[in-house]
């Protein structure tokens, strides 16, 4: 009896054990913060991810995450200034909280720190929003800015009030407006939608008969090119015919005036060796071989006198001093008959 009772208390005090340690032990996820909480005051060390031991049923902890993390505001009410109540749908706001500023911010804030410094800004925020602006602004002309707008306001208290906590980003749905509102605006768009498809009407049309003009004028640009082409070909081609004709001629003019030269050259060396040739022995030596050369005999009964015509001497001098003036490889030629004739007689 004494050992039954025994081991129902070593059961109780291993089951008590076991319970203690259970609620001792406790496990911090990745990418979040313990924060540990005895008698109701918050401890200053956080723990962070990973198994930990704590004093049961006297301390108790709380997991903050520290990575980005998206809050949602639902059914948010916003007024215009023109009186109409609208809705927002759902807000989401992407933020994270620094791992340094956990314990300052839990200690202000309480862990859930988000319901303070979100969530109520973004009721007080977009309130003062709508309150400035009409439902068309609210609507529809404004409505790509509320969320850059809500960013910066959020985070322009945060940098004040909980530094270490920014937000990233801000995603605001489409309001929702009365119905009778919303027949109208999509009335309203109807109507510009319609306007819209006349005007991208019109700009096809304006911009068909662009494209018709552009390729008229490339035609005739491409037209008058191909005649400037034209034209400068034909007048590349005379220009090579004068420029033909010109070497032409100018090679005609050297082979010519070459030729002059020349001529003058033999003219004026030939006068310059007749000058030196024909002197006044070197003439009579000619005649006397002019002389001898023609001389005739004639025979009869009579002897007829001996002649000489003065005229006809001069013009055998004359015809041998031309003679004379051929090259030198050529010998003078004698004339058959000479005009001065002699007359012999025989015995």
Do not use: W
Request: glycine share 4%.
């Amino acid at each position: 009896m004494a050992m039954a009772q025994a081991g129902a208390a070593a059961a109780a005090a291993t089951g008590l054990l076991v319970f203690l340690l259970y609620s001792a032990i406790h496990r911090v996820e990745e990418g979040h913060l313990a924060v540990y909480y005895r008698g109701g005051a918050l401890l200053t060390s956080p723990s962070g991810p990973g198994y930990h031991i704590m004093l049961p049923f006297i301390t108790t902890f709380k997991s903050v995450q520290t990575t980005l993390q998206t809050d949602e505001v639902k059914n948010v009410p916003c007024g215009t200034s023109g009186g109409v109540m609208i809705y927002i749908d759902r807000i989401e706001v992407v933020n994270k909280l620094a791992p340094y500023a956990v314990y300052d911010i839990v200690r202000n804030y309480t862990a859930d720190y988000d319901k303070t410094l979100i969530f109520n800004k973004i009721h007080h925020e977009l309130n003062q929003f709508c309150s400035a602006h009409t439902l068309q602004e609210v609507y529809i002309e404004l409505f790509d800015q509320i969320d850059e707008n809500l960013k910066l306001a959020l985070q322009k208290d945060l940098n004040v009030m909980a530094p270490g906590l920014t937000i990233q980003a801000v995603r605001v749905t489409k309001p929702k407006i009365p119905e009778a509102i919303r027949r109208n605006f999509e009335l309203m768009e109807a109507e510009k939608t319609k306007l819209l498809i006349a005007a991208q009407r019109q700009k096809v049309v304006e911009k068909e008969a662009e494209t018709d003009r552009k390729k008229a004028l490339i035609e005739a640009e491409k037209a008058a090119q191909v005649a400037r082409i034209h034209y400068q070909q034909k007048i590349m081609e005379k220009e090579t015919e004068k420029r033909i004709s010109e070497i032409e001629d100018a090679a005609f003019l050297a082979r010519e005036k070459a030729k002059a030269d020349a001529e003058y050259y033999t003219a004026r060396k030939l006068a310059d060796s007749n000058k030196l040739k024909l002197t006044p022995e070197y003439l009579e030596l000619m005649k006397y071989q002019a002389i001898a050369a023609n001389s005739k005999l004639y025979f009869g009964d009579r002897i007829p006198g001996v002649f000489l015509d003065s005229c006809a001497f001069q013009q055998a001098n004359l015809r041998t001093a031309h003679e004379t003036s051929l090259p030198a490889q050529e010998s003078p030629e004698t004339s058959a008959e000479s005009p001065l004739r002699g007359e012999e007689s025989t015995g």
